[in-house]
């Protein structure tokens, strides 16, 4: 990916269909957001807890809006922990959207209802999602994964998961925090996203991916077709980051180069994982009260002292033929505010059944236990 070095200024109201997702978003910092996910966010008080970073919810915002009300919606979520997240999906997207929680901790049971199923097992065992898609669903419109956050965790989550994502659907995980994820799991997952034909987007964020499948009626949330959006755009990987820290404030910074074929790819997505391994490593992320994080405390906000790229980019969004980095227009702040008032205790080991222990070690003859509640 190299080749010599043009950056050219123009306006994006040059480049076409104004029809894609998320084309009147160009304003994207985190204090003024607005969407479906951070508004829902902020009326949170009571009941279920529910732990997002705000730039998550952004993300969501541009992203999954296209889920909104669609017929026969089905989502799962590995990490349910106090089944705020899960009454999130069905509040935003749709009371009648399908949503199934998977997890380690057995007092997630107590969420299964007629829309919600809760299914106890390890993320990182393949057996547990042959289970999981033979006995809960085949597919999947979506699938965030907010479990236990180890590469080896997201890696197998990633291959059992994204060939059971629907055409047009999307695979996310949330809160990979630190560079030492570059060779475990970066590495890894550009090898098989890479690899994969139907791979129409990925999104880089802080702390997060998001790689949207091929096939849907949206085209990939691309920021740079926003309307009257300043475009700045760059022919090769040297001039990008020098672009990106010089960019006015909103604007949208394209990294184009024709001679150089598929952008998703192994060898281009982990480039590109690379060279943006910044919004993944914070210089702080400290957590108020402190030690909050580790407990059920309702009152808990992680909040991030921002890495150089942190502050200069907002998002990477890595399309078939072209890099489209959004630039924020405020000062960005990146946390996580605890909302809710339920929180649900990690249980001590004599509290967990001997059959979920066996379940979860991988030990027992069956590789998860559903809960499934019929309409
Ligand atoms: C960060 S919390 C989830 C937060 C929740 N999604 C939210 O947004 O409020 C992580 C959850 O992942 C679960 N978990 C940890 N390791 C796991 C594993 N190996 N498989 C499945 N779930 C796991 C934990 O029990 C915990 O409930």
Known sequence: MRASAVAVVCLATCVGAATLRGNNTAQVGTKNSTGIFTNYYATVKDGRGVWKWNNALVAYDQTFARFKGQKDL???????????????????????????????????????????????????????????????????????????????????????VWPRIKQGGSFVIEDIHGGHYLEPFFRPAAQFFGTQADVAAVHLYSYMLLVDKVGGKVEPYDPSLAKGVVVSTVTTLESLMPTIKAAPKGSVVVLENQSWGKFIQPSGLFNFFEEFIGLYQPVSMPDTPPGCADSPAAVCVYGTVNSPEQAALYSAHILPTKLVVQIPSEPITIEAVRHGSEWVKTPTEQEIPDQVKQVVAGTAPEAAIHYIKNK
């Open 74 to 160: 089905v989502g799962a979520e590995v990490g349910v922990q106090s089944g705020g997240s899960l009454t999130m999906w069905r509040k935003v997207l749709g009371e009648n959207a399908v949503i199934h929680g998977l997890d380690i901790n057995p007092r997630c049971t107590a969420f299964t209802d007629p829309n919600t199923t809760i299914t106890l097992g390890d993320q990182e065992n393949p057996q547990m999602w042959a289970s999981f898609f033979s006995k809960v669903t085949p597919t999947l419109d979506f699938l965030v994964d907010d479990g236990g956050h180890f590469a080896g965790q997201m890696l197998q989550t990633s291959y059992a």
